[in-house]
């Protein structure tokens, strides 16, 4: 099955910071990864598609890049409510992985 | 308004069985291919098992971890998606989610992701 590597597991940002969290796939995948935010007693809730598309009703401080093996979620101005832990899941081919996840805290 | 309600959840004892149902509504239910999704305690996600929509036959995929074990089945004519559990184990204890994948009516790979998910229901295993 195809690994996913997500980095780093946690970190710490001050508020208006940018931050970067990258996922890696053992083998190739094009574009089909998704980007989820989770916060604590909630669903997730899908950020990105397509490693780059922006679902409806998020922020545009949020944005993904990458293609092939590697990947990025950044967001450009870290808020208050961006406290979460983010997850990306690959497609493509079965199983449907998700990474391991990124704890993120606000200094 | 795109909602997913998840039901059945409880404890049960090693080897028993459990349903898990996920009443859907406020979108065309055949369309979509949907999953199941679990969170251990403090843990992170995994990817339980898939059905597709009507038109790719309702087939199904599963995770290593609950193939032979896990039967996901859905009644597009009551919006409901199902999760059979058998032979449970303690590793089995988590919250299920069932969620929706975002694309409506196509067939193959491209745009995929679960836009929306339930609440959550939790299953413990434990005697």
């Known amino acids: 099955a195809i690994q996913l590597t997500q980095s780093p597991s946690s970190l710490s940002a001050s508020l208006g910071d940018r931050v970067t969290i990258t996922c890696r796939t053992s083998?190739?995948?094009?574009?089909?990864l998704a980007w989820y935010q989770q916060k604590p007693g909630k669903p997730p809730k899908l950020l990105i598609y397509?490693?780059?598309t922006l679902q409806s009703g998020v922020p545009s401080r949020f944005s993904g890049s990458g293609s092939g093996t590697d990947f990025t979620l950044t967001i450009s101005s870290l808020q208050p409510e961006d406290c979460a832990t983010y997850y990306c899941q690959r497609f493509l081919s079965y199983p449907l992985t998700f990474g391991g996840g990124t704890k993120l805290e606000i200094k | 308004e795109v909602q997913l309600v998840e039901s059945g959840g409880g404890l049960v004892q090693p080897g028993g069985s459990l349903r898990l149902s996920c009443a859907a509504s406020g979108f065309t239910f055949s369309d979509h291919y949907m999953d199941w999704v679990r969170q251990a305690p403090g843990k992170g996600l995994e990817w339980v098992a898939r059905?597709?929509?009507?038109?790719?036959?309702?087939?199904?995929e599963y995770a290593a971890s609950v193939k032979g074990r896990f039967t996901i089945s859905r009644d597009d004519s009551k919006n409901s998606l199902y999760l059979q559990m058998d032979s449970l184990k303690t590793e089995d204890t988590a919250v299920y989610y069932c969620?929706?994948?975002?694309?409506?009516?196509?067939?193959?790979?491209?745009?995929?992701?679960?836009?929306?998910w339930g609440q959550g229901t939790t299953v413990t295993v434990s005697s």
């Open positions: 969620a929706r994948d975002r694309r409506a009516s196509v067939t193959g790979w491209g745009g995929d992701a679960f836009d929306s």
């Open positions: 083998q190739g995948i094009s574009s089909a």
């Open positions: 397509d490693a780059s």
């Open positions: 059905t597709r929509n009507k038109a790719n036959g309702h087939t199904t």
